[in-house]
């Protein structure tokens, strides 16, 4: 009985001190593919570290990297070299433990699709340490979205709006979105940008958001980084990367272009 306590205690003790590590590190990390018609394409040295309870805007323009990117932290595509730690976990020792605590919405649809969304939540559900079907609920119903219609009958946008209920629900520590409001209308793209923002206040969750719609990220985003080619050009709190929109004339440069400018200068 006592030496079950002091494991139950030292396991707790381990799971304390992994809470209050970041949500996302990453040191040199780098990738190499080959793809068809266009040759080899490198992701090199990625480095940085996301805290919890904040949240990282990824822009950059198509085939820079942003997706290889995430696909790297979902663990779907190898990294060559480099480390990477999830929410305290190494990947390299700790694959399974870091996936779990992870949630993604994004091209990728995982429900069943001749399920009801209520069965999707009831079915994929186990699949989750952690998995608050009442929180899925009230999620698809904030959505209206409802239960008793099938994955296969959702729309691009209500496709999202399920992916981010589902994701919400098992309680990730780190977030991971693949250009999410592209297929929203104004309204829900504000509601759903309100949610993240909300989810952000327990100081328990890291949000790594990609997307070419810069406006999303000035609302949003606490940290901006931006690939080109495969490399990061920069990782910026807002605060700092305001100074650096600055212009002569004393107005300011939006994000979009921003990144033109960047891209134009790496292309010269």
């Known amino acids: 009985m006592q030496e079950n306590v002091k494991t139950n205690g030292r396991i707790e003790e381990q799971e304390r001190l992994r809470l209050q590590q970041p949500a996302l590190k990453l040191q040199g990390v780098g990738t190499s593919f ?14 940085f570290t996301l805290e919890r309870g904040y949240m990282l805007g990824l822009i950059g323009r198509n085939g820079a990297g942003k997706s290889t990117l995430l696909r790297i932290l979902m663990q779907t595509l190898p990294r060559k070299y480099g480390r990477m730690e999830i929410a305290g976990y190494d990947v390299a020792s700790s694959a399974s ?29 186990r699949f989750f340490p952690v ?39 098992h309680r990730p520590e780190l977030l991971l979105l693949d250009e999410p409001t592209g297929g929203l209308d104004p309204v829900v793209r504000r509601d759903f ?76």
Do not use: P
């Open 34 to 47: 080959f793809h068809f018609g266009e040759g080899r394409f490198v992701l090199k040295d990625i480095s």
């Open 97 to 125: 433990a870091a996936k779990q605590v992870m949630g993604y919405v994004g091209e990728d649809f995982f429900f069943l699709l001749d399920e009801t969304l209520r069965e999707n939540g009831r079915i994929l559900g």
């Open 193 to 268: 940008l309100y949610l993240l923002q909300a989810e952000l206040q327990e100081e328990k969750m890291g949000i790594v958001f990609s997307t070419h719609i810069t406006e999303d990220l000035d609302k949003v985003a606490d940290y901006v980084a931006m690939l080109e080619k495969g490399q990061m050009l920069f990782y910026e709190s807002k605060e700092e990367l305001w100074e650096t929109l600055a212009c002569e004339n004393g107005e300011r440069l939006s994000l979009k272009q921003l990144m033109l400018r960047l891209c134009k200068e790496e292309k010269g």
């Open 131 to 169: 998995f608050d079907e009442e929180r899925y609920l009230e999620l698809l119903a904030r959505f209206e979205l409802g239960t008793k219609k099938t994955a296969r009958a959702l729309s691009k946008g209500e496709t999202t709006k399920a992916q981010l209920a589902f994701a919400l629900a």
